[in-house]
């Protein structure tokens, strides 16, 4: 996505309001957006972890925090590294910046790669940029469930280890 300079960037995440969050994302769309989490998850042995944030603390956007060093930090906090088989997936959507980032444990980043999150990425970003919020993640959530569906098939003793609803921040 088109980044900000410094005080756009800090002047975008100060006017951002819960109003802007819920024009993009409706009750019903987290709900939407936990279901198709919840069925996927039937379809492999992984852990999706949606989170949207609005914006982030003044203080985070003065030292810098980018958006991927934020999803890395509430990957750890989250504690979508800890699955079982290491194929846990954050999808982190940082509002007032108009980013997503895809953050995944080795187990399943060894198979995807790098290249492979970006392209999600960018399909995402182009229908957020549509306006299509909710639609954007779901696309995310159904493309990164077919590589673990690839990767990690589903066992007979396979267990949800992290929530299916998204995380609002």
């Known amino acids: 996505m088109l980044k900000k ?6 002047i975008s995440h100060l006017l951002a309001t819960p109003w ?47 958006p991927r060093h934020r999803a890395i930090e ?7 590294w800890d699955t079982a088989a290491n194929n846990g997936v954050l999808i982190y959507l940082l509002l007032a910046d108009r980013d997503v980032e895809i953050i995944a444990d080795r187990g399943i980043h060894q198979h995807v790669g790098e290249a492979g999150w970006e392209a999600i990425c960018r399909e995402m970003e182009a229908m957020f940029r549509q ?7 779901l696309h995310g959530i159904s493309r990164i469930g077919a590589a673990l569906e690839q990767h990690f098939p589903p066992t007979s003793d396979d267990q949800n280890e992290l929530p299916d609803a998204p995380l609002v921040l």
Do not use: D, W
């Not at 306006?131 to 993640?137: A, D, I, K, R």
């Open 74 to 80: 509430l990957f750890s906090q989250l504690r979508v």
């Open 131 to 137: 306006g299509h919020f909710e639609t954007g993640v």
């Open 20 to 66: 802007q969050f819920k024009r993009h994302f409706s009750q019903q769309a987290l709900v939407n957006i936990e279901k198709a989490t919840a069925a996927s998850e039937r379809s492999h042995n992984g852990e999706i972890r949606v989170v949207v944030e609005g914006s982030l603390s003044p203080m985070h956007i003065l030292q810098g925090v980018t």
């Open 5 to 10: 300079s410094g005080f756009s960037r800090f």
